[in-house]
């Protein structure tokens, strides 16, 4: 007696199958190659995610060297990226996208239940069978910290040339030219590169095009935020050294401007929704340094507004701005030397930090948070631009 | 009763410095 069996058509249940001598092609097209743009309009983060289904085959058929040898070069293949892109910022924060996404996804699938609470019953059946792979979580996150690191080095080489001009010599303001101190010649930072000069807006570009990249390639919103609280602590440092160091921008005048100026970076912040960021916070110094510049500098009750104020100036700070402030005319008086002895009294019972400067190239801790995806395996569709044929959808 | 899941298998992996050095290194070895 025949029996027939109906065979169902098998549905697709997120993994990708290759034979293990496709791995350095399967490396080669969808990391070291692949330009992001070739991505554009597919789901962000998608090289992460063919990897996921990758590892996860590994893991079913229980084939221990096969992850690891993905994972290795992998991992290898970022670095290689990164090093040959290292002044690019569109490709540092791709890489950076998918390896904390491929990190999420080794944490959201890896079964341990602090990571699952909001998986769907689909995506549960997704994680993996075998393998314990917080060890290579370990890598992928350290691989992080370094990517991040070289996202913030790229932002800031770009933005620096900008912003010596931008916050201290540029003048938005009407009117404000005729009331600059007079008998100084304009010095420009980047008077090396001839008379390239920049406003607020070429500051304000840069970061709309950081942002939009960044969110465009599906970086995790925490770091976005961490990125631009880094970057705004540089422009406020880069910014208060210069201030320190140059009499001819401790005027009323700078002051009103720089005041403006960060009043336009806190406007930006909040229109990209970014105002959660700690990035205003990092500011304070240099908003209180404008308006130190601003406030009247001749009374007792000025001398206490002042110490009262300032805060986040050390005395050093203060007390250097006050000897550099210029005058902006024969009507208005130098700051006496009685009234910086008293402001001097007033704080020598704070514990300030001896250094005058900043230090610019200081940066925060970078944090992580765990960061699951909605998106189920078996719905992601592999674009035939990527040449991954040779993987099977299993 | 629930079937409970196999326990995992703990994947050593070397660290990011290490995996350098093995990098490193076959460079080296290559001509």
Redesign the interface.
């Known amino acids: 007696r025949q029996v027939t069996v109906q065979r169902k058509e098998k549905d697709f249940q997120g993994m990708l199958e290759y034979h293990k001598e496709d791995e350095a092609l399967l490396v080669r097209n969808l990391v070291t190659e692949l330009k992001p743009q070739a991505l554009a309009g597919t789901v962000p983060c998608l090289p992460a995610y063919i990897l996921y289904m990758c590892i996860r085959h590994a893991d079913y058929v229980n084939d221990?060297l096969k992850?690891?040898s993905l994972?290795?070069s992998t991992?290898?293949g970022i670095?290689k990226v990164l090093k040959k892109h290292n002044d690019d910022f569109e490709m540092t924060s791709f890489w950076l996208s998918n390896t904390c996404r491929l990190l999420h996804c080794l944490k959201q699938y890896s079964?341990d239940e602090g990571f699952m609470t909001q998986n769907t019953a689909k995506q549960n059946e997704h994680c993996?069978?075998?393998?314990?792979?917080?060890?290579?979580r370990?890598?992928l996150s350290?691989?992080s910290i370094?990517i991040y690191q070289q996202l913030i080095k790229i932002a800031e080489g770009l933005l620096q040339p900008m912003i010596v001009s931008a916050m201290l010599e540029n003048e938005s303001i009407q009117g404000l030219s005729g009331v600059k101190p007079t008998g100084y010649r304009k010095r420009s930072s980047s008077m090396a590169d001839g008379d390239s000069s920049y406003c607020l807006e070429a500051i304000i570009r840069q970061m709309n095009s950081f942002h939009t990249i960044m969110c465009d390639q599906g970086l995790d919103p925490e770091i976005i935020l961490q990125v631009f609280k880094q970057l705004f602590y540089m422009i406020n440092a880069v910014t208060l050294n210069n201030l320190l160091l140059r009499k001819d921008v401790c005027s009323w005048s700078t002051g009103m401007q720089l005041r403006y100026n960060i009043s336009q970076l806190e406007e930006w912040l909040r229109g990209r929704n970014l105002h959660q960021s700690g990035a205003v916070q990092t500011m304070e110094p240099l908003i209180q340094a404008a308006q130190l510049l601003q406030l009247k500098k001749k009374t007792p009750e000025d001398a206490e507004a002042i110490c009262s104020l300032c805060t986040a100036l050390s005395t050093q700070q203060i007390v250097k701005i006050l000897n550099l402030y210029t005058p902006l005319n024969e009507f208005e008086e130098r700051v006496t030397v009685a009234f910086i002895r008293t402001i001097q009294a007033q704080l020598q019972e704070r514990n300030d930090p001896q250094q005058l400067l900043l230090d610019f190239k200081h940066m925060f801790p970078v944090l992580f948070p765990f960061n699951p995806s909605s998106l189920t395996m078996d719905s992601i569709h592999i674009p035939a631009c990527l040449n991954l044929e040779f993987l099977n959808e299993v | 009763s629930a079937q409970r899941p196999r326990p995992r298998v703990l994947l050593k992996a070397p660290t990011l410095a290490e995996m350098e050095e093995m990098t490193t290194s076959e460079e080296e070895e290559s001509p």
Not at chain 1, 128 to 136: A, R, S
């Open positions: 221990d992850v690891h994972l290795t991992i290898n670095k079964g993996l069978k075998n393998f314990d792979l917080t060890e290579y370990q890598v350290d691989l370094q």
